[in-house]
């Protein structure tokens, strides 16, 4: 499977994705097959993708640190390949990895490489977004609301730039309960209920939850 015929390689991919909610083990195991096969047949881009989506996989599963060395090898891809978009997507993901077992340094270093490359040229706003929120939750968790504020605010001012309820209702709830804990509570009820509204509208039952619950903490 060459690296030229991303028709093919894209279908490879779909397939496993198809497979990913239901059968979340048949997935992964397919997913380390094929970044086996691209590392043996020099498919840097192919294996990439495959570690990107194994990543995806194991951070649904709750296993996302488990995935790093993986990352971390696609990123070295992506750097050999130039390939800034992919190795901010992938610096995401591994950012937030971090950040679930508590280590605030590494995922912070993660979460900036990912902003510095997705403020170059051809970027994807919806990781630079997504890198932001991450920082506030940082500075969430260590008690600086005021700056946690700032940054959720930074990443709604470009939400227009995406079509994507699902991150909007993301920054809307955290951007909610960092006014909430700043005591700003009437802006606070403006953000959870726009998420809330999102959240209804598009039925994701998970962001629907919270939304509701820091409101009736407002």
Same mark, same amino acid.
């Given at each position: ?5 991303? +028709?093919?390689? =894209? ?11 239901? $059968?979340? !083990? ?8 094929? *970044?086996? =096969?691209?590392?043996?047949?020099? @498919? ?7 570690? !990107?989506? /194994?990543?995806?996989?194991?951070? $649904?599963?709750?296993? %996302? ?6 990352? /971390?090898? &696609?990123?070295?891809?992506a750097q050999a390949l130039h390939n800034f978009r992919l190795e901010a997507r992938l610096h995401e993901q591994i950012a937030r990895s971090h ?9 912070? @270093?993660?979460? +900036? ?10 970027? !994807?706003? =919806? *990781?630079?977004? +997504? ?6 939750? *940082?500075?969430? %968790?260590?008690?600086?609301?005021? =700056?946690?504020? +700032?940054?959720?605010?930074? %990443?709604?001012?470009? *939400?227009?730039e995406v079509n994507d309820p699902y991150l909007e209702a993301k920054i809307q709830i955290n951007l909610g309960v960092n006014l909430l804990k ?22 994701? %039952?998970?962001?629907? &939850? ?9």
């Open positions: 499977m060459p690296d030229s015929n991303p +028709l093919e390689q =894209s279908a490879v991919l779909a397939n496993i994705e198809a497979l990913w909610h239901q $059968h979340p !083990e048949q997935a992964l195991s397919a997913c380390e097959a094929l *970044i086996e =096969s691209a590392r043996l047949q020099r @498919q840097p881009l192919l294996q990439i993708y495959a570690a !990107e989506l /194994y990543g995806k996989i194991m951070d $649904h599963e709750g296993r %996302a640190l488990d995935a790093r060395n993986l990352l /971390y090898e &696609a990123i070295q891809q950040y679930s077992v508590g280590d605030y340094r590494t995922a912070l @270093q993660n979460w +900036l490489r990912c902003i510095e490359l997705s403020e170059m040229d051809d970027a !994807e706003p =919806s *990781i630079w977004m +997504l890198a932001k929120v991450g920082l506030g939750q *940082i500075y969430d %968790a260590l008690g600086d609301e005021q =700056s946690a504020v +700032l940054l959720h605010q930074a %990443a709604a001012e470009r *939400i227009h700043s005591q700003r509570f009437t802006e606070a009820k403006m953000a959870l209920e726009r998420a809330l509204a999102l959240c209804l509208a598009q039925h994701f %039952a998970d962001y629907t &939850a919270e939304s509701y619950y820091r409101l009736a903490e407002i």
